[in-house]
Structure formats: structure tokens, C-alpha cells
């Protein structure tokens, strides 16, 4: 069966540092990636996707077989990036995973000024 | 559009009392799904629909059921509510883009608490 892992519950940093928000999964197949974020008071939403391989507010993650992981990543933290971040995977090809989603257990991202 | 909209956004129940938690959804997707979020455990599939007429369970099924009548609802039953569904409960819908990938939209969330 799949699994994510993401091994930091809580993870803090100042302003300005760089910050690394960790997650590895657990798939024989041909995983689909993705990062969502919950802020204070708002529902979850996508953040980016690996498909996509694109930056959304500074934010990137590559995809590395090889160690099974999809670590996201920012250079420089904004205190706006204070939020919950789950790291997720999408199975089944061809359509049958029907956007069933397996959830890692979050990271609580606190950026200090 | 209102996109996913759930209600209540809150809700106490004794054990075993019995409610349903709304669902529903006005961008034509096929696809809905019920998770629950709990502290350290992320979300979880409770159970989820390829279309109307059509469900099936996800990791934790167990004292929830689903039905799907129409494309835009997919209403949550708790059939006997007990302290262990205390958690907060999320609807998304999504839609099938290019290249097998989905993109999920997510309702605000209902916070259930069972005394």
C-alpha cells in the first residue's frame, strides 16, 4: 500500500532563511505528487504539483525516485508562509485513482520576523 | 461559482445521535470525496464517488455512509456518532485533467465534536 511520510510536525524559521519541508513515499508504481496548504482559517488548496514543474510563490519541489522523495522547498521564508502543508500522492494510472489522495501527516510551518 | 460548499461548519453531537454532513458542488466534477483531518494524522479517505449512482470506501469507512443521487451532492452520514469521529471533515470534488492527473478542490471543512 502507499504512504507518505513527512517527518517534521512542527518546523519554524526566521524570515529571510531558507526552508526545506520534508516528505517521502512509499509506491511500487509511477507516483503523482502534490503539496497542499491550509492557512489560518482557509480551506486547503494545491500548491503546486509535480507534473507542473513550476514555482508558486517561490516555492518549488522536484520529484527524486531514487530516494522516493518530494521535498518543498523556498529560498527565502515570508512570514505569509505560516501555514499547514501536507504533502500528497495520487495513484492508479489511467485514470482510475479518481483523485483518491494519500495524505502525509502535515507540517506546521512557523516563519518569525 | 461557490465551488465546494459544506454545511454545518459546525456541530456537537452526544453519542449516539446520528446527523449528516452536507456536501455539495457546482463545477460539474465527477469526482467527490470525503476526508476527515485529525492532529498528526493528516487527512484520511472516509469514502468517495466516481459519479452519481456510484461510491466506494476509502481507508476509514467504518460508521459513515455516502449516496450520491445527483452529480452536484454527496452528503455524509454518521449512523451512530461516537467520540472517536470527533475530527474535522473536509468534501473536495475534482476533474480529470490531460495526462491522468486530477486537480481536487476542497470544501471549507465541518469540525464535528461527539461528547
Known amino acids: ?113 | 461559482n461557490a465551488g465546494v460548499t459544506q454545511t454545518p461548519k459546525f456541530q456537537v453531537l452526544k453519542t449516539g445521535q446520528s446527523m449528516t454532513l452536507q456536501c455539495a458542488q457546482d463545477m460539474n466534477h465527477e469526482y467527490m470525496s470525503w476526508y476527515r483531518q485529525d492532529p498528526g494524522m493528516g487527512l484520511r479517505l472516509i469514502h468517495y464517488s466516481v459519479g452519481a449512482g456510484i461510491t466506494d470506501q476509502g481507508e476509514v469507512p467504518n460508521g459513515y455512509n455516502v449516496s450520491r443521487s445527483t452529480t452536484e451532492d454527496f452528503p455524509l452520514r454518521l449512523l451512530s456518532a461516537a467520540p472517536s469521529q470527533t475530527s474535522v471533515y473536509f468534501c473536495a470534488s475534482s476533474y480529470l485533467l490531460a495526462g491522468d492527473s486530477y486537480e481536487q478542490y476542497f470544501g471549507p471543512g465541518t469540525r464535528l465534536t461527539v461528547t
Open chain 1, 1 to 113: 500500500a502507499q504512504r507518505v511520510t513527512q517527518p517534521e510536525k512542527l518546523l519554524s524559521v526566521f524570515k529571510g532563511a531558507p526552508v526545506e519541508l520534508k516528505c517521502n513515499y512509499s509506491y511500487s508504481g509511477s507516483p503523482e505528487l502534490f503539496w497542499y496548504v491550509q492557512y489560518s482559517r482557509q480551506r486547503l488548496q494545491l500548491l503546486l504539483r509535480h507534473i507542473s514543474r513550476e514555482s508558486i510563490k517561490g516555492f518549488t519541489a522536484d520529484l527524486n525516485k531514487g530516494e522516493t522523495s518530494f521535498h518543498l522547498k523556498k529560498p527565502f521564508a515570508q512570514e505569509e508562509d505560516s501555514a499547514m502543508y501536507y504533502c500528497a500522492l495520487n495513484v492508479g494510472a489511467g485514470g482510475t485513482s479518481y483523485g483518491k489522495l494519500t495524505f502525509g501527516q502535515g507540517t506546521i510551518l512557523t516563519v518569525h520576523p
